[in-house]
């Protein structure tokens, strides 16, 4: 028995030769022919499983393993059909292989896609021995997704469904009739089904829509190999649709036929190889079939590729990078080859329209007037992108331009870095009207941006080795570009209306953009990125000729793009003097406007999961604070007595508005520490009292009121009940449990013994909780844990999600006292988990501390939270007591975190 002389063609230049001079393949037709059976053909797929993942490890080429797979089922499966196929029958089926495997190509854990052709429908002797074939397979262990059709199903299926016909369009016949193979070739042809105009309209939107499943970037932190932008599935459009219109059978045709240059096919089958290469590991790490890229697997495939770590850049992050450039590659030739696919099939080949004397447009893509352009005037090089953005109206760049871009690169020098015309080229570029996140977006693609800002060029495809990051350093930049830009824009001013408007009402926006730019270019060198990248920041905005004032101000937005964030999510708020602080740092409102508008691009570009209606009330809370103390002037800023005044007017008219008596506000508010107004805004001691109002007699009622939305940008869960120490324990454990994520908590005691706590929560996803099915779960769960508090658990038994279990975060305990407001401050970093809270106040109650408040703080796998504390007689703790809860935490933390 021999293999089918029209088995697997090189479709993709693999390395067919070396996939065939396997000792394994030569013997497969003898030991099927002496034993066929289902534990033999078990141990020949475990035989030849092993010896490929041996040939991969020995880093052979990665093509020839993919293809000796495939040719390793094609003789498993041809030896099968001669044998369980009574022969005659056999030879009226066919035998093909579609989709991957029909390419011939098979990963250790791909899909093994038949089709069986028939030349009229089965009878039921012959049903029969199809399915038992087919049975016989799957115990083997070949999970086969097969289909038995006729020539005309095959043609009615593939009209119906684009992804039917691309199937089937890569078959490959192995065994049986010959004729129904070439029968259903004549009925898929171009000009029954699926026209090659057609064809690629939907192949192109095909690609659109699953580009969007991924954000539209190829930079995700767990990208997946095969559908992701820039992915195999990207290649794979570019040979479809050749195929469909020229009949190509491997990339090496598009050469042929003028459609690549030698350079870039070389460049297209490198970059193959390395995807092919992570998805064989994949495969083999895993043991099943797996494309995504995720946190678990990149450090051991890092690993396993012989990566290692270097004294600013982990082994995972070098592999990473390496990953992301590939997919820059594939993105940009995929980009250029459909391009030119669309003017061979689609365009009419109007003359070109010139548009001034150096470029032109052709078939509504912008197009140099001769491929010498760049050499002879290279600021063309910037000049393209400012007539795009002149031009909305274009599709994008001509091939042959994209082409002569790369080929002169090299010209963006130091020279013309110090070129005066550059410089007001690339200042038009982010000053424009619009397109400018678009233009910064295709001037990174195509390599201009990162020659134009060389310490650019140094993060493009670098990752960040961490949950917080969603993206690459250059990808988060350029989101924290586009959503400074949307909020420049009047159409976008729903998302964030007050933001919007200061960005709207800055003089220089551009400085904003600039910032944006710069804020992260430093990652990756060693020491503060934010200090690195200011001095880079201040240097290029005066060599592109901004004002010293207009520079320095770049530079201080890249120094302190952290801060507002920081305080605003770690300190209180509510103190004055943090308030004061601030105000003094920022000096002025122009300062504060143009770090808030940042702050609010940047969190938002990090991790879409991560910005909600809490981060967006908090930041703006803590602006108008800031931005009100310093209208008051930095010498005489706000004190805590009057705010105090200023809060209670402001509850006081609302309550009476509301219909509640004075005597009862004052009977309300006369048990609540001076330190309660201060924490919270008139709109939220109102709602409290109206909870409280009757409930400050002797006999004194637990309560607990659960508000859907809060001015906060969060339900607010209020738990009026007799005061424990482990009633944060308690109440963490219940909402914890519940899969809510507390964002802050505030505890006042009460002098009638009572306590009043509020806790501020989200769900998982960062929503408010507005279903009143949902609202009342969650006032049920907390009464009954007041109630009957043994039923109620001091632990949560959800489990941590599985990338957050992936990551190791070192303990981190801080204990400091604040004199001035006569508390401890306890600053905590962990690894995020359920429980976590649960656990801390757990030790707070066995070692006898009294919790005020806590900022709760989740930064992707990370935990930073701060806890405002003092001992029983409401006293900052002294150095004994905070060194034996620091002790205490560790002990009850510390396996956990290794856990």
């Not at 293809?67 to 030896?79: P, Q």
Request: aromatic share 8%.
């Amino acid at each position: 028995m021999a293999f089918n002389d029209g088995a697997a063609p090189d479709d993709y230049g693999g390395d067919v030769q070396s996939s065939l001079d396997w000792p394994l393949l030569d013997r497969l037709p003898a030991l099927l022919a002496a034993d066929a059976g289902t534990e033999a053909c078990r141990q020949l797929r475990r035989q030849a499983r092993e010896e490929l993942q041996q040939r991969f490890a020995a880093e052979e080429p990665v093509e020839a393993l993919v293809r000796a797979g495939a040719r390793f089922v094609d003789g498993l499966l041809i030896a099968l059909w001669q044998q369980r196929l009574a022969a005659e029958f056999g030879q009226q089926l066919a035998l093909i292989a579609v989709g991957g495997y029909g390419r011939g190509e098979l990963h250790p854990c791909s899909d093994i896609d038949i089709l069986i052709l028939i030349p009229a429908p089965l009878e039921e002797a012959q049903r029969v021995q199809v399915e038992q074939l087919i049975a016989f397979l799957w115990d083997i262990g070949l999970e086969v997704g097969h289909s038995v059709r006729t020539v005309a199903e095959c043609a009615e299926e593939s009209a119906a469904d684009v992804s039917t016909m691309t199937t089937l369009m890569e078959a490959r016949q192995l065994a049986g009739n010959p004729e129904l193979m070439q029968a259903m070739r004549m009925a898929l042809a171009p000009d029954r089904v699926w026209p090659v105009r057609e064809f690629f309209e939907a192949k192109v939107r095909e690609q659109h829509q699953r580009h969007l499943k991924a954000n539209d970037t190829g930079f995700n932190l767990e990208p997946n190999v095969k559908t992701g932008p820039g992915g195999l599935r990207d290649i794979q459009t570019i040979g479809w649709v050749a195929k469909r219109h020229f009949g190509a059978e491997s990339l090496d045709e598009l050469v042929t036929h003028g459609f690549l240059t030698p350079g870039e096919l070389r460049r297209l089958k490198q970059a193959q190889t390395m995807l092919w290469k992570v998805r064989f590991g994949l495969h083999v790490l895993t043991g099943r079939h797996e494309d995504r890229l995720l946190f678990d697997y990149q450090i051991r495939l890092a690993q396993s590729f012989g990566y290692e770590d270097a004294t600013y850049t982990l082994a995972v992050e070098q592999l990473m990078q390496r990953y992301y450039r590939t997919v820059i590659d594939v993105k940009l030739l995929n980009e250029l080859l459909l391009q030119l696919f669309r003017e061979a099939i689609l365009s009419d080949n109007a003359p070109p329209q010139p548009l001034n004397a150096r470029f032109q447009i052709r078939n509504e893509y912008l197009e140099a007037i001769s491929e010498d352009v760049f050499a002879r005037q290279p600021s063309t090089l910037l000049e393209l992108f400012v007539l795009l953005q002149q031009n909305p109206q274009l599709r994008g760049v001509r091939a042959g331009t994209i082409r002569a871009v790369a080929r002169n690169l090299w010209l963006i020098d130091e020279e013309f870095r110090q070129n005066p015309r550059n410089h007001r080229l690339f200042l038009d570029i982010l000053r424009a009207p619009r397109g400018v996140t678009h233009e910064l977006r295709r001037m990174n693609d195509y390599g201009v941006l990162g020659r134009y800002i060389p310490s650019f060029g140094r993060v493009v495809g670098r990752m960040q080795y961490d949950l917080f990051h969603a993206y690459t350093v250059d990808a988060h930049t350029l989101f924290v570009v586009s959503n400074a830009r949307r909020l420049a824009m009047p159409q976008y001013d729903h998302e964030l209306p007050h933001v919007s408007q200061i960005m709207q009402l800055l003089p220089k926006q551009e400085v904003v953009y600039l910032g944006a730019l710069f804020h992260d270019i430093a990652k990756g060198r060693g020491g503060d990125h934010s200090e690195l990248g200011a001095v880079d920041a201040e240097a290029f905005c005066l060599e592109q000729g901004l004002s010293r004032y207009d520079a320095r101000m770049v530079a201080w937005l890249v120094k302190n793009h952290l801060v507002l964030s920081s305080t605003a999510q770690k300190q209180d708020i509510g103190d004055p003097l943090v308030i004061a602080n601030f105000a003094r740092l920022v000096g002025d409102e122009i300062h504060l406007d143009h770090l808030y508008v940042l702050t609010c691009a940047d969190v938002r570009g990090t991790n879409p999961k991560l910005w909600n209606s809490w981060k967006a009330s908090l930041f703006h809370d803590f602006y108008e604070k800031v931005k009100r103390a310093l209208r008051r002037g930095l010498e005489s800023p706000i004190d805590q007595d009057e705010l105090m005044r200023e809060h209670q007017f402001g509850a006081r008219k609302l309550l009476l508005e509301g219909g509640v008596a004075g005597p009862e506000i004052d009977r309300t508010w006369e048990r609540l520490p001076a330190a309660y107004f201060l924490r919270y805004t008139p709109v939220e001691i109102a709602r409290h009292t109206r909870v409280l109002a009757g409930r400050a007699g002797a006999h004194d009622e637990a309560a607990v009121s659960v508000a859907g939305q809060s001015e906060r940008g969060t339900t607010e869960v209020l738990i009026y009940a007799p005061h424990r120490r482990h009633g944060f324990a308690r109440a963490t454990a219940v909402l914890d449990q519940l899969g809510l994520n507390i964002v802050d908590a505030q505890i006042t005691p009460i002098d009638n013994g009572f306590s009043l706590d509020s806790y501020h929560v989200l769900e998982e996803d960062g929503t408010v909780i507005t279903d009143s099915d949902r609202l009342g779960e969650i006032e049920r769960a907390l009464w009954n844990s007041i109630q009957r508090p043994e039923e109620s658990p001091l632990s949560v038994s959800r489990r941590a999600s599985r990338q957050a279990r992936g990551f190791r975060t070192a303990l981190q305990i801080t204990i400091s006292v604040d004199e001035r407001n006569h508390r401890s401050v306890l600053e905590l970093v962990a690894g995020d988990r359920p429980g976590l809270l649960c656990d801390i106040g757990k030790v707070l109650w066995e070692e006898r501390i009294d919790l005020l408040a806590a900022k709760v703080g989740t930064f992707g796998e990370r935990a930073e939270d701060v806890f405002y504390l003092t001992d029983r007689n409401q006293q900052p703790l002294d150095a004994v007591t905070a060194e034996r809860l620091r002790g205490q935490l560790l002990e009850a933390l510390g396996p956990r975190q290794a856990a």
